[in-house]
């Protein structure tokens, strides 16, 4: 089964930066959209940022200025840039790839990345 895997998380003091990258371990056709979620201690899992095949981009109001989503969704590989990290970035980081037509999604296993002095 193909799976997607993640890399780049780690420490970072606030105002620092980290890029995040997620490739998947064969191929994945037809996807329409890869995603960044995110999933801090004792909360629900929430959607950071997302791009389209057709490369349209969306943000989650409280990364929006400060984060970059980026990749080749084709070539099932996506990116996230984190600029002016904050306290509360702190979370596991997940990639995820949806097919529509096949009523797919993919996730990989998660980063954690956590942001303190």
């Known amino acids: 089964q193909v799976q997607l895997v993640e890399s780049g998380g780690g420490l970072v003091q606030p105002g620092g930066s980290l890029r995040l990258s997620c490739a998947a371990s064969?191929?994945?056709?037809?996807?329409?959209?890869m995603g960044w979620h995110r999933q801090a201690p004792g909360k629900q899992r929430e959607l950071v940022a997302y791009?389209?095949?057709?490369?349209?981009?969306n943000y989650a109001d409280s990364v929006k200025g400060r984060f970059i989503i980026s990749g080749d969704v084709a070539k099932n590989t996506v990116y996230l840039q984190m600029n002016s990290l904050k306290p509360e970035d702190t979370a596991v980081y997940y990639c995820n790839a949806v097919q529509l037509g096949y009523g797919k999604d993919y996730w990989g296993q998660g980063t954690q990345v956590t942001v303190s002095s």
């Open positions: 064969g191929v994945i056709f037809s996807v329409n959209a």
């Open positions: 791009i389209t095949s057709s490369g349209n981009t």
